[in-house]
């Protein structure tokens, strides 16, 4: 008898895989890093220069994900007629759904 080996399921192609997770909430905050170098200046550390090379690396990589979130380069009057757009998008569709309720041909017969 053969057995019949199921093969592995394809791998998604590259452009459908999902986006990649966003930083956790803690990852944006900067007063940690502050806090510590004020208190390294308080003990006359060393560690100082340290922190602050921490600090510059963290401004680097927000400065990184800032540029590379969608929509970024898009003005505020091009968001404005989006958004305007969108909205008109709305109002048409609720419309026709009102306008399809209202013919009756969706009837569900009573029990």
Known sequence: ARTV???PP?????????PPL???????S?????????????????DVHQVLNELKNKFQEMRKLISS???????????QQQLQNLREQV?????????YKSLCMFEIPKE
Request: hydrophobic share 30%.
């Open 91 to 99: 109002r048409t569709k609720n419309e026709l759904l009102q306008k």
């Open 30 to 46: 900067f007063l940690p890093l502050v806090h510590d170098i004020i208190k390294c200046m308080d003990k006359d550390s060393q």
């Open 5 to 7: 080996e199921e093969a």
């Open 10 to 18: 394809p791998e998604p192609p590259a452009e459908q895989k999902p």
């Open 22 to 28: 966003p930083p956790a909430q803690e990852e944006f």
């Open 69 to 79: 979130m969608p929509g970024i380069g898009v003005s505020p009057e091009q968001q």
